[in-house]
């Protein structure tokens, strides 16, 4: 009940109140991990992340099937760009029994920012599975499949972003670049405008219609 109350003074912006709330509880089950977690998870909202990872350690020690903890872990290590620890964490919180779309797609895009395209491929895909209906992962997903230059399936899971998405101006993008790649023009060039009408501050998209513009008049 208490957690339940601190969880809501959270979601409402009453920070104070809900640490108070969080300190009373694990004052009062020192051994039980609910109240380390949460009291973690307050400090990484208020970006105090070397004391949210006291707490999370603190649970982990508790109790090592943790996995919200380890997860906890894992996000406050991949705001800070230390991207392989992150990925051991997140991996440790799905070997505990996490297999949520949220785990193997933090797991994905840590092992993404490090290269490890494979294995980025890998917990995306799974990702995916557990949540088809998800824009973001599904985009994602198409970037690590471009990078790893499967362009057609890539293809794929950027038009499936625009179904949940219309408004996805860097899936119209990668897109675009797709059916530049391809010699489709007038589709790259649909692509790249329909990105700028959606975010017309698109840099990129802007230089992609800018180029294939000048290599029209040129032919």
């Not at 109240?35 to 208020?46: K, P, T």
């Not at 800070?80 to 779309?101: C, N």
């Not at 219309?166 to 790249?192: M, Q, V």
Request: glycine share 6%; aromatic share 12%; proline share 2%.
């Amino acid at each position: 009940m208490e957690n339940k109350q601190g969880i809501q003074l959270m979601q409402d912006g009453k920070y104070e109140e809900a640490a108070k709330v969080f300190t009373a509880y694990i004052e009062a089950h020192p051994k039980e991990t609910t109240g380390y977690i949460n009291m973690a998870n307050l400090l990484s909202v208020l970006g105090d992340f070397e004391r949210s990872l006291l707490f999370n350690e603190r649970a982990i020690e508790l109790d090592s099937k943790a996995t919200a903890a380890y997860y906890g872990r894992g996000t406050i290590y991949y705001q800070q760009d230390q991207f392989e620890k992150a990925a051991d964490s997140f991996l440790l919180a799905i070997k505990q029994g996490m297999d949520e779309a949220d785990a193997y797609y933090m797991l994905g895009m840590s092992y993404y920012q490090t290269g490890s395209l494979a294995h980025a491929q890998a917990n995306l895909s799974r990702a995916y599975e557990l949540s088809p209906n998800d824009s973001e992962i599904s985009f994602q997903y198409g970037l690590c499949l471009a990078q790893l230059e499967q362009l057609d399936d890539a293809a794929v899971y950027f038009e499936k972003t625009i179904e949940l998405d219309p408004s996805h101006a860097d899936a119209h993008y990668n897109l675009g670049i797709i059916f530049a790649s391809k010699e489709d023009i007038d589709s790259a060039l649909n692509s790249f405008r329909t990105a700028l009408s959606y975010q017309p501050d698109h840099l990129l998209a802007g230089n992609g219609i800018r180029v294939l513009e000048d290599a029209l008049d040129k032919g």
